[in-house]
């Protein structure tokens, strides 16, 4: 039985890296971000994650909203902090 739904998995993913999919189903989305289904229904419950209904039924989510919306919050790097104090500093620099 787990062999089935490993499989059947991983055909979902290989769909969704060939075929360039612009909007995902549900499992899709859980494949595609590694969100477990009953966190993404929370998510999707509490409107916390941009999603579709179209018939009231099925949930289906835009690729491209899911990604903007995994990368939110996003926090720099020691490295980005550094150089935006060092462009700081030098844009104003005392005379």
Not at 37 to 64: C, Q, V, W
Request: proline share 2%.
């Amino acid at each position: 039985m787990d062999n089935i739904l490993i499989l059947e998995r991983l055909a979902r993913l290989e769909k969704l890296l060939v075929g360039h999919k612009e909007v995902l189903t549900f499992e899709e989305t859980c494949d595609y971000t590694g969100i477990s289904r009953s966190y993404l229904y929370k998510l999707t419950a509490s409107g916390t994650i941009p999603h579709s209904k179209p018939n009231g039924k099925m949930i289906f989510f835009e690729k491209d909203k899911v990604v903007e919306w995994l990368l939110q919050n996003k926090r720099k790097s020691k490295q980005e902090i550094h150089e935006q104090a060092l462009e700081y500093v030098l844009k104003h620099k005392l005379k």
